[in-house]
């Protein structure tokens, strides 16, 4: 099984501050990433597909890259809406889908 | 637009059963493989099961597998989960989530919480 390890599991960073959360894969899964936006209540939305392809309507402040083992996702400059968990997940072992532990991201 | 309405879900004791629909629209609902995915309070997210978009394939996570059955009736635009042998850990808000060849699930539904007690 694929075991996908992100980190880190929270942080603290204010409005306009880059940020910067990264997702390691136990084996290569080429760019078979996407990674998730949760609030709370709600439920997720995706972001990124195919490890750096942004998804329409998501700000151009957010941005993924990486391939095979590793990989992250960068919001250039937070913004208040920013405020939220996100999570990797790797689909290459399809159809089993596995998730990383999530990332909360919260005001400083 | 795309809509996934998840419905079903509620209190049940443990051994008890329950069968959670998602009903679909703003799309070809038979064109898709779909999937369920789920959330225990406070955690993370944990893949369920998966159908293939003609019911001729299905697959399970370990922990439910045996337990649940994935189906989907595309004449009624409708995915559905019957959930056996329910167990305290099953507890969670469940999500049904649209499938895209190639790339990880791009819509999902509200969620539906089962709670599984005594």
């Known amino acids: 099984d694929i075991q996908m390890t992100q980190s880190p599991s929270s942080l603290s960073a204010s409005v306009g501050d880059r940020v910067t959360i990264t997702c390691r894969a136990s084996q290569g899964i080429r760019n078979d990433l996407g990674w998730y936006q949760q609030k709370p209540g709600k439920a997720p939305k995706r972001l990124i597909y195919a490890a750096s392809s942004l998804q329409s309507g998501v700000p151009s402040r957010f941005s993924g890259s990486g391939s095979g083992t590793e990989f992250t996702l960068t919001i250039s400059s937070l913004q208040p809406e920013d405020f939220a968990t996100y999570y990797c997940?790797?689909?290459?072992?399809?159809?089993?889908?596995?998730f990383g532990g999530g990332t909360k991201v919260e005001i400083k | 637009q795309v809509q996934l309405v998840e419905s079903g879900g509620g209190l049940v004791k443990p051994g008890g059963s329950l069968r959670l629909s998602c009903a679909a629209s703003g799309f070809t609902f038979s064109d898709y493989y779909m999937s369920w995915i789920r959330q225990a309070p406070g955690k993370g997210l944990e893949w369920v099961s998966y159908?293939?978009?003609?019911?001729?394939?299905?697959n399970y996570a370990d922990s439910v597998k045996g337990r649940f059955t994935i189906s989907r009736d595309n004449a009624k635009n409708s995915l559905y989960l019957q959930m056996n042998s329910l167990r305290a850990e099953d507890t969670a808000v469940y999500y049904c989530a649209r499938g895209v060849v190639g790339g990880p699930p791009d819509y999902w539904g509200q969620g539906t919480l089962v709670t599984v007690s005594s």
């Open positions: 159908i293939s978009s003609s019911s001729s394939y299905t």
């Open positions: 997940l790797q689909h290459n072992s399809y159809p089993a889908l596995t």
